[in-house]
């Protein structure tokens, strides 16, 4: 499994565990804004993962799989992962 059908299966793992999962784009900012980075925050009460597309793959994919674990874990024990998942989300590094 490649990175990017990594993200793509941790983004897909989150929905159906509730997150909410929200993807920003390569927006043109004008300078002096501030930088988007992916990261989770809470939104009224709702638990949102942040998915900067102009953060480097690695990033995307810690920040959904720390999501998962801190967030999901429950909801991912007994049901199979493929084994790149299941080491990502357990905090193993695929690199």
Same mark, same amino acid.
């Not at 920040?63 to 193993?92: D, I, K, Q």
């Given at each position: 499994? !490649?990175?990017?059908?990594?993200? !793509?299966?941790?983004?897909?793992?989150? &929905? $159906?565990?509730?997150? $909410? *999962?929200?993807?920003? #784009?390569? $927006? &043109?900012?004008?300078? #002096? !804004?501030?930088? /988007?980075?992916?990261?989770?925050? %809470?939104? %009224?009460?709702?638990?949102?993962?942040? *998915? @900067? @597309? @102009?953060?480097? /793959?690695?990033?995307?994919?810690?920040?959904? =799989?720390? =999501? /998962? &674990?801190?967030? =999901? @874990? +429950?909801? /991912? $024990? #007994? &049901?199979?992962? +493929?084994?790149? *998942? %299941?080491?990502?989300?357990? #905090?193993?590094?695929?690199?």
């Amino acid at each position: 499994m !490649d990175k990017a059908e990594l993200r !793509d299966t941790l983004v897909s793992l989150a &929905r $159906e565990a509730g997150l $909410e *999962v929200r993807t920003l #784009g390569n $927006e &043109r900012w004008r300078e #002096g !804004d501030v930088a /988007l980075v992916s990261g989770t925050c %809470r939104v %009224r009460g709702a638990l949102w993962v942040v *998915v @900067s @597309s @102009s953060d480097p /793959l690695e990033a995307q994919l810690e920040t959904l =799989a720390n =999501a /998962l &674990r801190t967030h =999901a @874990s +429950p909801f /991912l $024990e #007994g &049901r199979y992962l +493929p084994p790149a *998942v %299941r080491e990502r989300v357990s #905090g193993g590094d695929l690199s």
